[in-house]
């Protein structure tokens, strides 16, 4: 996916392309993290008697995925995704931190209740 930035040279030399290509980069990475946080919610629900190392490895995707995309967003200036993004990662936290050993619980709820805040104070300014 990078390799379109590379084709597109510098950003000065067409950056209505860059942005654009920025954008479907960034919701190509919010979008696979969103479908494997999806993908181990159902694994969970299915029968998962314990948390398993494949877990941790899908909860690393899905918060590098997720999180390289808000990165992406906040270059681009594009506040509604990045909240978009937060609000992912909020969902994701929020639904395993009951998974997790009691110090990590704490840590994933914590992650939630930010991410949540991030995401509400986007859509509070919206709404005034």
Known sequence: MRLAHVALGQRADDEVMWD???NEIAAT?????VRVRQELLAEI???A?????SYKT???IIVDNITKAIEIYTGLGNAKQIS?????????YSKVW?????TMAVEFLNKAFEAFGQA???FRKVSE
Do not use: I, P
């Not at 008697?49 to 190392?53: A, E, L, T």
């Not at 009951?98 to 009691?102: A, D």
């Open 20 to 22: 654009r290509v920025s």
């Open 29 to 33: 990475f919010l979008t696979y993290g």
């Open 45 to 47: 629900v299915n029968g």
């Open 49 to 53: 008697k314990s948390y398993s190392n």
């Open 58 to 60: 899908k909860e690393t």
């Open 84 to 92: 978009s993004g937060h609000y992912q990662l909020a969902l994701f």
């Open 98 to 102: 009951g998974l997790q050993r009691e």
């Open 120 to 122: 509400y104070g986007f």
